[in-house]
């Protein structure tokens, strides 16, 4: 699977918490395998984000993807609730 990144998941992956990014890269290694692994919680988003799909990092953090074709998929956005906004 290939992954890009937007400028924007770049700069909000920079403000992370350390703990939050060895968290995300433990993920994105489990994400590569399996988008739709279990522990991920990957979910499709609802309203005006419903072409966005999310998965969990932990209980405080996620990220905002979509499929864009084939095995690429976009990284949008990281962190709280808040990036839905």
């Not at 999310?54 to 962190?79: C, K, M, P, W």
Request: net charge positive; aromatic share 16%.
């Amino acid at each position: 699977m290939e992954i890009e990144y937007s400028p924007k998941f770049v700069r909000q992956f920079k403000k992370l918490p350390k703990e939050a990014k060895e968290s995300a890269v433990k993920c994105e290694k489990l994400f590569r395998v399996n988008p739709f692994d279990p522990k991920l919680e990957t979910h499709k988003l609802h309203g005006t984000m419903k072409e966005y799909w999310a998965f969990s990092i932990s209980y405080n953090y996620r990220i905002g993807f979509t499929f864009v074709e084939g095995d690429l998929v976009r990284f949008h956005a990281i962190g709280s609730h808040n990036i839905y906004k």
